[in-house]
């Protein structure tokens, strides 16, 4: 990070200007990494979590211990936000929840919704300096809810390959 101090004002938008880049930009390495990942899986996904995070993964999985250690590091005040959190999404979720309802639109045309649950579901949660453990809740719930068979987080890890506390936390609770 480059720390600019007391700069002249007439360099002000100069320095703010976000580096930006186009699709082309960026669509050839993107379907490179792809390819990649595709090819050879984890050893892949190894690499890119090294170059890209700056972390050195021994395993893409979570250990038990590695939840329970997180949880032990949340404060009572923060884990009770949590859960209170979790209740009120899932009574907003599960009132969506509903039977086949079927209407004729017409004579002889009958329309009618159904909700079904997909097998799979796989979430991202974004971390870095603001760890959006809201985002397992608002993912996560609905899927139970809906009976979704397995749920995937998936999170990037900071420099010592460890997820947020505040992730690992909410996603135990929701059964992730």
């Known amino acids: 990070m480059k720390t600019i101090k007391y700069p002249n004002k007439n360099t002000w938008s100069e320095l703010l200007k976000r580096p930006t880049q186009t699709l082309n930009d960026i669509e050839s390495t993107v379907n490179q990494i792809f390819e990649d990942v595709q090819r050879n899986g984890d050893i892949a996904i190894k690499k890119y979590t090294s170059l890209f995070d700056g972390a050195d993964l021994q395993s893409n999985l979570v250990t ?3 939840i329970e250690e997180a949880s032990s590091k949340l404060s009572s005040e923060l884990k009770s936000a949590i859960n209170q959190a979790k209740s009120n999404i899932e009574v907003f979720h599960k009132a969506q929840k509903t039977e086949r309802v079927s209407v004729e639109t017409s004579v002889g045309i009958t329309c009618w919704q159904e909700k079904r649950a997909i097998q799979k579901v796989g979430i991202y949660i974004p971390a870095g300096t603001a760890p959006l453990f809201s985002t397992v809740l608002m993912l996560a719930i609905p ?21 947020a506390n505040e992730i690992l936390y909410a996603a135990q609770l929701c059964g992730v």
């Not at 995937?152 to 900071?158: G, R, T």
């Open 143 to 163: 899927a139970n809810i809906a009976g979704c068979k397995e749920v995937v987080l998936c999170s990037p890890p900071n420099k010592d390959g460890k997820i």
């Open 64 to 66: 038990t211990q590695e």
